[in-house]
Protein backbone atom coordinates (compact mmCIF):
# COMPACT_ATOMS: atom_id res chain seq x y z
CA UNK A 1 0.00 0.00 0.00
CA UNK A 2 1.40 3.18 -0.88
CA UNK A 3 0.04 6.83 -0.93
CA UNK A 4 1.26 7.96 -4.80
CA UNK A 5 0.79 12.06 -4.99
CA UNK A 6 -0.31 12.66 -8.82
CA UNK A 7 -1.49 15.71 -11.20
CA UNK A 8 -4.83 16.20 -11.23
CA UNK A 9 -6.93 15.64 -14.66
CA UNK A 10 -7.28 19.06 -16.28
CA UNK A 11 -11.47 20.18 -16.23
CA UNK A 12 -11.88 17.47 -13.53
CA UNK A 13 -14.05 20.21 -11.29
CA UNK A 14 -16.08 21.04 -14.47
CA UNK A 15 -16.51 17.59 -15.13
CA UNK A 16 -17.71 17.04 -11.41
CA UNK A 17 -20.00 20.17 -11.90
CA UNK A 18 -21.50 18.49 -14.85
CA UNK A 19 -22.21 15.29 -13.23
CA UNK A 20 -23.79 16.56 -10.19
CA UNK A 21 -20.96 16.02 -7.89
CA UNK A 22 -21.76 19.26 -6.13
CA UNK A 23 -20.52 18.51 -2.59
CA UNK A 24 -16.76 17.95 -3.64
CA UNK A 25 -16.23 21.25 -1.56
CA UNK A 26 -17.37 21.28 1.78
CA UNK A 27 -17.36 24.67 3.43
CA UNK A 28 -14.61 26.25 1.27
CA UNK A 29 -12.31 23.26 1.76
CA UNK A 30 -11.43 20.59 -0.63
CA UNK A 31 -13.62 17.59 -0.52
CA UNK A 32 -12.75 15.39 -3.26
CA UNK A 33 -8.54 15.27 -3.87
CA UNK A 34 -7.02 13.74 -6.86
CA UNK A 35 -3.79 14.95 -6.04
CA UNK A 36 -3.12 12.01 -4.56
CA UNK A 37 -4.53 8.28 -4.82
CA UNK A 38 -3.64 4.87 -2.72
CA UNK A 39 -1.66 2.11 -4.94
CA UNK A 40 -2.71 -1.34 -3.81
CA UNK A 41 -1.54 -4.82 -4.65
CA UNK A 42 -4.25 -7.84 -5.07
CA UNK A 43 -3.39 -9.71 -2.10
CA UNK A 44 -3.81 -6.36 -0.30
CA UNK A 45 -7.33 -6.11 -1.36
CA UNK A 46 -8.22 -9.95 -1.34
CA UNK A 47 -6.64 -10.86 1.61
CA UNK A 48 -6.43 -7.82 3.51
CA UNK A 49 -9.94 -6.07 2.97
CA UNK A 50 -12.27 -8.03 1.19
CA UNK A 51 -11.94 -11.23 3.37
CA UNK A 52 -12.25 -9.29 6.77
CA UNK A 53 -15.47 -7.40 5.50
CA UNK A 54 -16.96 -10.65 4.48
CA UNK A 55 -15.99 -12.41 8.07
CA UNK A 56 -17.28 -9.49 9.75
CA UNK A 57 -20.16 -8.69 8.28
CA UNK A 58 -21.52 -12.59 9.30
CA UNK A 59 -20.20 -12.40 12.63
CA UNK A 60 -22.45 -9.18 12.96
CA UNK A 61 -25.10 -10.70 11.00
CA UNK A 62 -24.64 -13.67 14.11
CA UNK A 63 -24.54 -11.09 16.63
CA UNK A 64 -28.08 -9.44 15.57
CA UNK A 65 -29.38 -12.84 15.91
CA UNK A 66 -28.44 -13.36 19.53
CA UNK A 67 -29.43 -9.15 20.28
CA UNK A 68 -32.92 -9.30 18.86
CA UNK A 69 -33.85 -12.03 21.57
CA UNK A 70 -32.32 -10.05 24.93
CA UNK A 71 -33.73 -7.30 26.24
CA UNK A 72 -31.08 -6.45 28.43
CA UNK A 73 -28.75 -6.68 24.94
CA UNK A 74 -31.49 -4.18 23.30
CA UNK A 75 -31.25 -1.69 26.62
CA UNK A 76 -27.44 -1.68 26.48
CA UNK A 77 -27.80 -0.63 22.86
CA UNK A 78 -30.11 1.88 23.94
CA UNK A 79 -32.69 1.05 21.89
CA UNK A 80 -36.08 2.05 22.84
CA UNK A 81 -38.70 -0.27 24.89
CA UNK A 82 -41.33 0.58 22.75
CA UNK A 83 -39.07 0.10 19.41
CA UNK A 84 -36.98 -3.69 20.59
CA UNK A 85 -40.40 -5.40 19.15
CA UNK A 86 -40.39 -3.43 16.11
CA UNK A 87 -36.00 -4.99 15.60
CA UNK A 88 -36.86 -8.31 16.68
CA UNK A 89 -39.61 -8.44 14.29
CA UNK A 90 -37.69 -7.03 11.48
CA UNK A 91 -35.19 -9.94 11.90
CA UNK A 92 -37.64 -12.60 12.41
CA UNK A 93 -39.18 -11.23 8.82
CA UNK A 94 -35.72 -11.62 7.30
CA UNK A 95 -36.16 -7.92 6.39
CA UNK A 96 -33.46 -7.21 3.81
CA UNK A 97 -30.50 -5.01 3.74
CA UNK A 98 -29.17 -2.86 0.91
CA UNK A 99 -25.64 -1.59 1.79
CA UNK A 100 -23.08 -0.52 4.55
CA UNK A 101 -19.53 0.32 5.17
CA UNK A 102 -16.89 -0.61 7.76
CA UNK A 103 -14.24 1.54 8.17
CA UNK A 104 -10.76 -0.51 8.76
CA UNK A 105 -7.38 0.84 9.62
CA UNK A 106 -4.96 -0.69 7.39
CA UNK A 107 -1.63 -0.03 6.09
CA UNK A 108 -0.76 -3.29 4.03
CA UNK A 109 1.43 -4.60 7.13
CA UNK A 110 -1.09 -5.96 9.08
CA UNK A 111 -4.56 -6.82 9.43
CA UNK A 112 -7.69 -4.52 8.81
CA UNK A 113 -9.03 -3.46 12.21
CA UNK A 114 -12.53 -2.44 12.47
CA UNK A 115 -13.28 1.11 13.92
CA UNK A 116 -16.93 0.75 13.30
CA UNK A 117 -19.64 -0.72 10.94
CA UNK A 118 -21.51 2.70 8.96
CA UNK A 119 -24.81 -0.04 8.77
CA UNK A 120 -27.74 2.18 8.46
CA UNK A 121 -26.96 5.72 6.59
CA UNK A 122 -23.92 5.77 5.10
CA UNK A 123 -22.87 8.40 2.71
CA UNK A 124 -19.73 8.38 -0.05
CA UNK A 125 -21.32 6.30 -1.95
CA UNK A 126 -21.39 8.48 -5.09
CA UNK A 127 -17.71 9.51 -4.62
CA UNK A 128 -16.64 5.84 -3.77
CA UNK A 129 -19.06 4.24 -6.60
CA UNK A 130 -18.75 6.53 -9.64
CA UNK A 131 -16.89 9.58 -9.31
CA UNK A 132 -13.72 7.47 -8.51
CA UNK A 133 -14.32 5.30 -11.13
CA UNK A 134 -14.72 7.52 -13.42
CA UNK A 135 -11.28 9.31 -12.90
CA UNK A 136 -9.83 5.75 -13.38
CA UNK A 137 -11.06 5.91 -16.79
CA UNK A 138 -10.13 9.25 -17.43
CA UNK A 139 -6.03 8.41 -15.93
CA UNK A 140 -5.72 5.17 -17.89
CA UNK A 141 -7.18 7.20 -20.99
CA UNK A 142 -4.73 9.63 -20.28
CA UNK A 143 -1.73 7.35 -20.20
CA UNK A 144 -1.15 8.34 -16.54
CA UNK A 145 -1.98 4.66 -15.38
CA UNK A 146 -1.21 1.27 -17.27
CA UNK A 147 -3.95 -0.29 -19.24
CA UNK A 148 -4.28 -2.78 -16.44
CA UNK A 149 -5.11 -0.56 -13.92
CA UNK A 150 -8.04 -1.59 -11.62
CA UNK A 151 -10.00 -0.47 -8.88
CA UNK A 152 -11.91 -2.50 -6.22
CA UNK A 153 -15.12 -1.02 -7.24
CA UNK A 154 -18.40 -3.12 -8.35
CA UNK A 155 -20.46 -0.78 -5.99
CA UNK A 156 -23.01 0.23 -8.71
CA UNK A 157 -23.36 -2.69 -10.32
CA UNK A 158 -23.83 -4.75 -6.86
CA UNK A 159 -26.19 -2.11 -5.93
CA UNK A 160 -28.11 -1.98 -8.73
CA UNK A 161 -28.27 -6.22 -8.76
CA UNK A 162 -29.72 -5.89 -4.96
CA UNK A 163 -32.42 -3.76 -5.84
CA UNK A 164 -33.74 -6.09 -8.32
CA UNK A 165 -33.37 -8.97 -5.37
CA UNK A 166 -35.39 -6.94 -3.21
CA UNK A 167 -37.72 -5.72 -5.72
CA UNK A 168 -38.57 -8.59 -8.00
CA UNK A 169 -41.53 -7.39 -9.21
CA UNK A 170 -39.78 -3.72 -9.14
CA UNK A 171 -42.86 -1.22 -8.62
CA UNK A 172 -42.33 1.84 -7.29
CA UNK A 173 -40.49 3.08 -4.28
CA UNK A 174 -39.51 6.03 -2.55
CA UNK A 175 -36.56 7.69 -0.93
CA UNK A 176 -36.62 10.17 1.60
CA UNK A 177 -33.92 12.55 3.19
CA UNK A 178 -32.70 16.02 4.67
CA UNK A 179 -33.73 17.84 0.87
CA UNK A 180 -31.09 20.99 2.34
CA UNK A 181 -28.49 18.99 3.41
CA UNK A 182 -26.65 18.98 -0.01
CA UNK A 183 -24.47 15.68 0.40
CA UNK A 184 -27.44 14.04 1.47
CA UNK A 185 -29.90 14.62 -1.02
CA UNK A 186 -27.15 14.03 -3.74
CA UNK A 187 -26.36 10.83 -2.22
CA UNK A 188 -29.89 9.73 -2.50
CA UNK A 189 -30.41 10.89 -5.61
CA UNK A 190 -27.47 8.57 -6.62
CA UNK A 191 -29.06 5.86 -5.43
CA UNK A 192 -32.77 6.80 -7.18
CA UNK A 193 -30.83 6.78 -10.22
CA UNK A 194 -29.49 3.26 -9.43
CA UNK A 195 -32.64 2.20 -8.56
CA UNK A 196 -34.40 3.04 -11.83
CA UNK A 197 -31.44 1.56 -13.76
CA UNK A 198 -32.55 -2.06 -12.07
CA UNK A 199 -36.23 -1.04 -13.33
CA UNK A 200 -38.18 1.02 -10.32
CA UNK A 201 -39.89 3.64 -10.40
CA UNK A 202 -38.29 6.31 -7.53
CA UNK A 203 -40.07 8.84 -6.45
CA UNK A 204 -38.31 11.59 -3.94
CA UNK A 205 -40.13 12.78 -0.51
CA UNK A 206 -38.28 15.24 2.12
CA UNK A 207 -38.02 13.42 5.62
CA UNK A 208 -39.89 16.17 7.02
CA UNK A 209 -42.87 16.12 4.94
CA UNK A 210 -43.46 12.57 5.49
CA UNK A 211 -47.21 11.87 7.55
CA UNK A 212 -49.44 9.60 8.79
CA UNK A 213 -53.06 8.97 7.34
CA UNK A 214 -56.13 7.81 9.38
CA UNK A 215 -54.90 4.33 8.83
CA UNK A 216 -51.60 4.67 10.60
CA UNK A 217 -50.06 4.39 7.01
CA UNK A 218 -46.80 6.75 6.32
CA UNK A 219 -47.58 9.03 3.26
CA UNK A 220 -45.92 11.53 1.11
CA UNK A 221 -46.37 15.04 0.51
CA UNK A 222 -49.00 14.32 -1.98
CA UNK A 223 -50.39 11.83 -0.01
CA UNK A 224 -49.43 8.70 -1.48
CA UNK A 225 -49.38 5.66 0.56
CA UNK A 226 -45.11 4.60 1.91
CA UNK A 227 -45.20 1.12 0.92
CA UNK A 228 -41.31 0.63 0.41
CA UNK A 229 -39.12 3.61 1.65
CA UNK A 230 -35.26 4.33 1.31
CA UNK A 231 -34.50 6.63 3.91
CA UNK A 232 -30.94 8.27 4.74
CA UNK A 233 -32.60 9.05 8.31
CA UNK A 234 -31.65 7.05 11.54
CA UNK A 235 -32.70 4.34 13.45
CA UNK A 236 -31.99 6.28 16.89
CA UNK A 237 -33.88 9.00 15.37
CA UNK A 238 -36.58 7.60 14.01
CA UNK A 239 -37.27 5.29 17.03
CA UNK A 240 -37.42 8.79 19.34
CA UNK A 241 -39.64 10.55 17.06
CA UNK A 242 -43.40 11.70 17.59
CA UNK A 243 -44.10 8.75 15.31
CA UNK A 244 -41.77 5.84 16.94
CA UNK A 245 -44.51 3.81 18.21
CA UNK A 246 -46.39 4.00 15.03
CA UNK A 247 -43.73 2.54 12.73
CA UNK A 248 -44.37 -1.04 12.83
CA UNK A 249 -48.35 -0.38 12.26
CA UNK A 250 -47.17 1.56 9.23
CA UNK A 251 -46.67 -1.73 7.33
CA UNK A 252 -44.17 0.31 4.89
CA UNK A 253 -40.82 -1.83 4.23
CA UNK A 254 -37.66 0.15 5.35
CA UNK A 255 -34.12 0.61 3.59
CA UNK A 256 -32.37 0.10 6.03
CA UNK A 257 -34.29 -2.34 8.25
CA UNK A 258 -35.23 -1.94 11.96
CA UNK A 259 -32.65 -4.65 12.85
CA UNK A 260 -30.10 -2.11 11.67
CA UNK A 261 -30.29 -0.50 14.36
CA UNK A 262 -28.14 -3.20 16.30
CA UNK A 263 -25.44 -2.84 14.52
CA UNK A 264 -25.51 1.48 13.85
CA UNK A 265 -24.43 1.78 16.93
CA UNK A 266 -21.36 1.65 18.59
CA UNK A 267 -22.09 -0.65 21.59
CA UNK A 268 -21.53 -3.64 18.87
CA UNK A 269 -17.99 -3.15 19.40
CA UNK A 270 -18.03 -4.49 22.62
CA UNK A 271 -20.52 -7.11 21.89
CA UNK A 272 -18.23 -8.19 19.19
CA UNK A 273 -15.31 -8.42 21.26
CA UNK A 274 -17.53 -10.21 24.09
CA UNK A 275 -18.22 -12.95 21.15
CA UNK A 276 -14.70 -12.91 19.72
CA UNK A 277 -11.84 -11.60 21.69
CA UNK A 278 -8.55 -11.35 20.12
CA UNK A 279 -9.76 -11.88 16.26
CA UNK A 280 -7.29 -10.47 14.09
CA UNK A 281 -9.53 -7.80 12.55
CA UNK A 282 -11.03 -6.79 15.68
CA UNK A 283 -10.29 -4.08 18.71
CA UNK A 284 -10.64 -4.91 22.86
CA UNK A 285 -13.80 -2.76 23.21
CA UNK A 286 -15.80 -2.88 26.72
CA UNK A 287 -19.18 -0.95 27.81
CA UNK A 288 -17.55 2.30 29.44
CA UNK A 289 -19.35 0.65 32.84
CA UNK A 290 -17.63 -2.35 32.28
CA UNK A 291 -14.87 -2.74 35.33
CA UNK A 292 -13.02 -4.58 32.24
CA UNK A 293 -12.55 -1.66 30.51
CA UNK A 294 -9.78 -0.73 32.94
CA UNK A 295 -7.46 -3.32 31.10
CA UNK A 296 -7.54 -0.39 28.03
CA UNK A 297 -5.59 1.77 30.71
CA UNK A 298 -4.52 5.13 29.87
CA UNK A 299 -4.46 4.58 25.87
CA UNK A 300 -8.52 4.56 24.67
CA UNK A 301 -10.72 5.78 22.26
CA UNK A 302 -13.98 6.93 24.16
CA UNK A 303 -16.99 6.78 21.61
CA UNK A 304 -19.91 7.53 22.00
CA UNK A 305 -23.19 5.16 21.23
CA UNK A 306 -24.41 7.22 18.93
CA UNK A 307 -22.67 9.81 16.29
CA UNK A 308 -21.49 11.29 13.25
CA UNK A 309 -18.54 12.40 11.40
CA UNK A 310 -16.19 11.78 14.32
CA UNK A 311 -18.07 14.37 16.78
CA UNK A 312 -17.29 13.42 20.53
CA UNK A 313 -14.81 10.86 19.67
CA UNK A 314 -12.16 11.66 22.19
CA UNK A 315 -8.87 9.69 21.87
CA UNK A 316 -6.70 9.22 24.83
CA UNK A 317 -3.04 8.24 24.40
CA UNK A 318 -1.10 7.62 28.20
CA UNK A 319 -3.50 9.17 29.91
CA UNK A 320 -3.45 12.78 26.73
CA UNK A 321 -6.40 14.13 25.91
CA UNK A 322 -7.13 14.84 22.46
CA UNK A 323 -9.28 17.93 21.41
CA UNK A 324 -13.02 17.14 20.89
CA UNK A 325 -15.35 18.07 18.31
CA UNK A 326 -18.41 18.11 20.33
CA UNK A 327 -21.63 17.90 18.90
CA UNK A 328 -23.91 17.03 21.50
CA UNK A 329 -23.62 13.29 21.29
CA UNK A 330 -22.91 11.03 24.59
CA UNK A 331 -26.53 11.23 26.19
CA UNK A 332 -27.20 7.48 25.97
CA UNK A 333 -23.71 6.22 26.86
CA UNK A 334 -20.14 5.85 25.89
CA UNK A 335 -17.81 2.50 25.08
CA UNK A 336 -13.87 2.27 25.42
CA UNK A 337 -11.85 1.14 22.31
CA UNK A 338 -8.43 0.16 22.31
CA UNK A 339 -5.99 3.52 20.75
CA UNK A 340 -4.80 1.96 17.26
CA UNK A 341 -3.30 4.43 16.06
CA UNK A 342 -3.32 5.11 12.01
CA UNK A 343 -0.08 4.78 9.60
CA UNK A 344 0.90 8.38 8.27
CA UNK A 345 1.66 8.43 4.80
CA UNK A 346 2.93 11.40 3.39
CA UNK A 347 1.10 12.86 7.28
CA UNK A 348 -1.91 12.03 5.77
CA UNK A 349 -3.89 9.56 7.96
CA UNK A 350 -6.39 6.84 6.15
CA UNK A 351 -8.99 5.28 6.95
CA UNK A 352 -10.75 2.53 4.76
CA UNK A 353 -14.07 2.64 4.30
CA UNK A 354 -15.21 -1.11 2.65
CA UNK A 355 -18.70 -1.66 1.24
CA UNK A 356 -20.93 -4.55 1.72
CA UNK A 357 -23.91 -4.58 -0.73
CA UNK A 358 -26.14 -7.07 0.63
CA UNK A 359 -23.54 -9.76 1.97
CA UNK A 360 -21.00 -9.25 -0.31
CA UNK A 361 -17.85 -6.98 -0.03
CA UNK A 362 -18.56 -4.69 -3.27
CA UNK A 363 -15.94 -1.60 -2.86
CA UNK A 364 -13.53 0.55 -1.16
CA UNK A 365 -13.60 4.66 -0.41
CA UNK A 366 -10.84 6.23 1.49
CA UNK A 367 -11.27 9.55 3.65
CA UNK A 368 -7.64 10.92 4.71
CA UNK A 369 -6.94 13.88 7.33
CA UNK A 370 -4.01 15.53 9.16
CA UNK A 371 -5.72 14.40 12.10
CA UNK A 372 -6.19 10.98 13.39
CA UNK A 373 -10.28 11.57 13.57
CA UNK A 374 -12.10 11.43 10.42
CA UNK A 375 -14.68 14.60 10.39
CA UNK A 376 -16.93 16.01 7.83
CA UNK A 377 -14.42 17.42 5.70
CA UNK A 378 -11.67 14.36 5.86
CA UNK A 379 -10.73 14.30 2.07
CA UNK A 380 -11.91 11.18 -0.65
CA UNK A 381 -8.85 10.13 -2.64
CA UNK A 382 -8.95 7.20 -5.29
CA UNK A 383 -7.23 4.41 -4.89
CA UNK A 384 -6.16 1.97 -7.68
CA UNK A 385 -4.63 -2.15 -7.63
CA UNK A 386 -1.61 -2.71 -9.52
Not at 38 to 64: K, N, Q, S
Not at 85 to 95: G, L
Not at 190 to 211: M, S
Not at 292 to 321: C, H, M, Q, T
Request: glycine share 8%.
Amino acid sequence: MKRIRTAERPGWDEKAEALGFTWRHLDGERYWDERAYYEFTLPEIEEGIEAPARELHAMCLDLVADVVKSEELMARLAIPEGSRDDVAESWARKDPTLYGRFDFAYDGTGPAKLYEYNADTPTSIYESGAFQWIWLEDMIAAGRLPANTDQFNSLHEKLEQRFRAIFPNRGFVHFASDPDAVEDRQTVKYLEDIAAQAGIEPKFTPIGEIGLDADGRFVDQDGYILQAIFKLYPWEEMFREDYGPKIAASKTRFLEPPWKAVLSNKGMLPLLWQRHAGHPNLLPAFFEDDPASAELAKSYVRKPLFSREGANIELVDDGRRAKVLDQGYGEEGHIRQALHTLTAFDGNYPVIGAWIVGEEPAGVGIREDRSRVTRNLSRFVPHVIL
